[in-house]
C-alpha cells in the first residue's frame, strides 16, 4: 500500500492518523493501559474514517508499528456545482476533479470559492471552505 510511513504505537496523539483495516482514520481517543509483568503498556485506541465515518478501535502493545497515511493539504477553486458534486481545480497544479461535497459544507459550496482538501491513499477530501474577502 502506497502513500504510508510507519510509525510506534505510543507516538500517536488524538487528532493524529492512524490506518485501521487499510482505512485512513482520524485518532478521537486514546487508553494507555499500565505495563505487565511481562510486557510493555497496550494502548488502545478509537478512530474514525477519513471518507466513511466509520468507528473502527485498534489495540497494540506501545512499542508495536502502525501504519500512518501521508496527508497532503492543498487549495482548489471551486469550478462548478451540481447536486452532491462539486468540479475543482487545484491552484497549484491546475488539475480539475470532481469531488463530493460533504452535507455540512453543501451550503457553502460555490463557484469560484476557495477551499482547502486534503489527498490521501489516492482519495481527496474536502476540508473547509475559505471566506471570500
Given at each position: 500500500?502506497?502513500?504510508?510511513?510507519?510509525?510506534?504505537?505510543?507516538?500517536l496523539?488524538?487528532?493524529?492518523?492512524?490506518i485501521?483495516?487499510?482505512?485512513?482514520?482520524?485518532?478521537?481517543?486514546?487508553?494507555?493501559?499500565k505495563?505487565?509483568?511481562?510486557?510493555?503498556?497496550?494502548?488502545?485506541?478509537?478512530?474514525?474514517?477519513?471518507?466513511?465515518?466509520?468507528?473502527?478501535?485498534?489495540?497494540?502493545?506501545?512499542?508495536?508499528?502502525?501504519?500512518?497515511p501521508?496527508?497532503?493539504r492543498?487549495?482548489?477553486?471551486?469550478?462548478?456545482v451540481?447536486?452532491?458534486?462539486?468540479?475543482?481545480?487545484?491552484?497549484?497544479?491546475?488539475e480539475?476533479?470532481?469531488?463530493?461535497?460533504?452535507?455540512?459544507?453543501?451550503?457553502?459550496?460555490?463557484?469560484?470559492?476557495?477551499?482547502?482538501?486534503?489527498?490521501?491513499?489516492?482519495?481527496?477530501?474536502?476540508?473547509?471552505?475559505?471566506?471570500t474577502?
Amino acid at each position: 500500500m502506497g502513500d504510508t510511513i510507519f510509525s510506534s504505537m505510543g507516538e500517536l496523539r488524538v487528532g493524529k492518523y492512524v490506518i485501521i483495516d487499510d482505512v485512513p482514520c482520524r485518532v478521537v481517543s486514546m487508553d494507555k493501559s499500565k505495563p505487565g509483568k511481562h510486557g510493555a503498556a497496550k494502548i488502545r485506541i478509537d478512530a474514525m474514517g477519513l471518507f466513511d465515518n466509520g468507528k473502527r478501535s485498534l489495540m497494540k502493545s506501545s512499542d508495536a508499528d502502525v501504519q500512518v497515511p501521508i496527508i497532503e493539504r492543498k487549495r482548489a477553486q471551486v469550478v462548478s456545482v451540481s447536486g452532491t458534486m462539486a468540479q475543482l481545480m487545484d491552484l497549484a497544479s491546475y488539475e480539475t476533479f470532481d469531488v463530493t461535497i460533504p452535507e455540512d459544507m453543501a451550503k457553502d459550496i460555490e463557484v469560484g470559492r476557495e477551499i482547502q482538501y486534503m489527498v490521501t491513499m489516492g482519495k481527496k477530501l474536502l476540508l473547509r471552505v475559505y471566506d471570500t474577502e
